[in-house]
C-alpha cells in the first residue's frame, strides 16, 4: 500500500458506540491522543487532506470514534479515537468516551497497532503512558509520534527523540518512534512506512 492509497481515504461515519461500527473485519490502526496533540492534523498531513478529519482551536472536537477507509478494496482503516485529556466536555462524557475506548481496544479483532499521537515538548504524561502499558500487555504494536516537532529546533528534536528511546528501551512490543510535523510534513513518509510495515 503506498500513499496514494491514503490520499484515496474516505470518511465513512463516526459512531459513538463501538456496538456500530463496521464489521470487524480486515485491519484497522487506531489514532489516539490528548485533546491538544495534534491528531486530526496528523491523520490530514497523512491522507494529503486537509479537510478529512475536523480540526479546531478547541481540543476535543472527536467527540465519537471516526472511521476512514483507505484505498478502494483493500479493506484497511484508520480509526481516530476521541482524545483524552482536558477537553472542555463533561465528566460524564469523558468516562463515555473512556469506556468505549477501553471496548474497541479490549475486543476489536482486526486492531493491527495503536498510533498514539503525543506533543513532542510535553510528552508521556499519564494517560499515554497507561496506552503504552496496555499495548505492552496485550502485545499489540505501537507507533509512538512526537508532533509538533516543527515548533522545536533539530537539536531539541534529536533530544526529544533520545528521551523517548531511552523511556521506552524495558519494552518488549513491537514499536516506532518518530518526530513529526503536521504542519510541514517532516516524519510522515517515515509514517507511511512503519504502518505500510505493520498493516
Given at each position: 500500500?503506498?500513499?496514494?492509497?491514503?490520499?484515496?481515504?474516505?470518511?465513512?461515519?463516526?459512531?459513538?458506540?463501538?456496538?456500530?461500527?463496521?464489521?470487524?473485519?480486515?485491519?484497522?490502526?487506531?489514532?489516539?491522543?490528548?485533546?491538544?496533540?495534534?491528531?486530526?492534523?496528523?491523520?490530514?498531513?497523512?491522507?494529503?487532506?486537509k479537510k478529512l478529519a475536523k480540526t479546531s482551536k478547541t481540543p476535543g472536537r472527536t467527540q465519537a470514534i471516526n472511521v476512514f477507509e483507505i484505498g478502494s478494496g483493500e479493506n484497511f482503516k484508520i480509526i481516530d479515537l476521541p482524545?483524552?485529556?482536558?477537553?472542555?466536555?463533561?465528566?460524564?462524557?469523558?468516562?463515555?468516551?473512556?469506556?468505549?475506548?477501553?471496548?474497541?481496544?479490549?475486543?476489536?479483532?482486526?486492531?493491527?497497532?495503536?498510533?498514539?499521537?503525543?506533543?513532542?515538548?510535553?510528552?508521556?504524561?499519564?494517560?499515554?503512558?497507561?496506552?503504552?502499558?496496555?499495548?505492552?500487555?496485550?502485545?499489540?504494536?505501537?507507533?509512538?509520534?512526537?508532533?509538533?516537532?516543527?515548533?522545536?529546533?533539530?537539536?531539541?528534536?534529536?533530544?526529544?527523540?533520545?528521551?523517548?528511546?531511552?523511556?521506552?528501551?524495558?519494552?518488549?512490543?513491537?514499536?516506532?518512534?518518530?518526530?513529526?510535523?503536521?504542519?510541514?510534513?517532516?516524519?510522515?513518509?517515515?509514517?507511511?512506512?512503519?504502518?505500510?510495515?505493520?498493516?
Amino acid at each position: 500500500m503506498n500513499n496514494t492509497y491514503f490520499q484515496q481515504a474516505k470518511f465513512t461515519g463516526s459512531y459513538p458506540a463501538c456496538k456500530d461500527l463496521p464489521a470487524d473485519e480486515g485491519s484497522e490502526i487506531a489514532f489516539c491522543g490528548r485533546s491538544n496533540c495534534g491528531k486530526s492534523s496528523v491523520l490530514n498531513a497523512l491522507t494529503n487532506n486537509k479537510k478529512l478529519a475536523k480540526t479546531s482551536k478547541t481540543p476535543g472536537r472527536t467527540q465519537a470514534i471516526n472511521v476512514f477507509e483507505i484505498g478502494s478494496g483493500e479493506n484497511f482503516k484508520i480509526i481516530d479515537l476521541p482524545g483524552y485529556g482536558y477537553a472542555k466536555v463533561s465528566k460524564e462524557m469523558r468516562s463515555l468516551w473512556g469506556k468505549e475506548i477501553d471496548i474497541y481496544l479490549s475486543t476489536r479483532q482486526c486492531l493491527k497497532a495503536l498510533c498514539i499521537i503525543m506533543d513532542i515538548r510535553h510528552p508521556f504524561k499519564e494517560d499515554d503512558i497507561n496506552l503504552i502499558d496496555w499495548c505492552e500487555s496485550q502485545n499489540l504494536p505501537m507507533i509512538l509520534l512526537l508532533n509538533k516537532a516543527d515548533k522545536l529546533s533539530k537539536n531539541k528534536i534529536a533530544q526529544a527523540l533520545s528521551g523517548a528511546k531511552k523511556n521506552l528501551e524495558e519494552l518488549s512490543v513491537k514499536h516506532h518512534i518518530i518526530a513529526v510535523s503536521a504542519i510541514n510534513k517532516t516524519g510522515i513518509d517515515k509514517l507511511l512506512e512503519k504502518i505500510n510495515e505493520l498493516n
